[in-house]
């Protein structure tokens, strides 16, 4: 039986230190197994993030702003990882982040799913659970959870 060799691994990141671990591993991963790598960061859409006595944003505004965020965790990780060497592409998604990683992983037919025990949101782990812990139940894909 031949050993098991992922060819295309995820990685999810949000700019948390034990994101940052994730991507670490997931680069080791794809480099010693020579698969291909894709850095994904998903943001959750603010709700009611104005107030109640304001009015929402226009939408080009909020998307530019999430669309900024996102750039800045994605070049965050990529000066601290090493990646010579390592075919990676990067991803800015826009959701739920268990259900947007767990669709993105299948959509893509990832092999490995790398994630943070916890990530950089406090509040929403409070009210909803971590998103490791969501993705352990719903992925199809296989999971690895770095501490």
């Known amino acids: 039986m031949d050993p098991w060799a992922p060819k295309l691994i995820m990685v999810a990141i949000d ?27 998903v943001v959750r859409p603010p709700e009611g993030w104005w107030g109640i006595v304001g009015s929402p944003p226009p939408a080009e505004t909020l998307g530019n ?25 990067t991803f800015e998604e826009v959701g739920d982040p268990a ?9 893509h037919n990832v092999d490995l799913l790398v994630i943070g025990q916890r990530g950089a949101g406090v509040v929403e782990r409070l009210m909803v659970g971590s998103v490791a ?15």
């Open 15 to 41: 700019g948390s230190d034990q994101s940052m671990r994730a991507a670490n591993v997931g680069a080791a991963i794809a480099r010693q197994s020579g698969a291909k790598l894709h850095l994904v960061t």
């Open 65 to 89: 702003a999430l669309s900024d965020a996102q750039r800045a965790v994605i070049e965050k990780t990529i000066e601290a990882l090493d990646l010579s060497d390592i075919d990676y592409e």
């Open 99 to 107: 259900n947007q990683l767990a669709a993105s992983a299948e959509s």
């Open 133 to 147: 812990d969501r993705l352990v139940h719903i992925s199809r894909t296989p999971i690895m959870v770095i501490p």
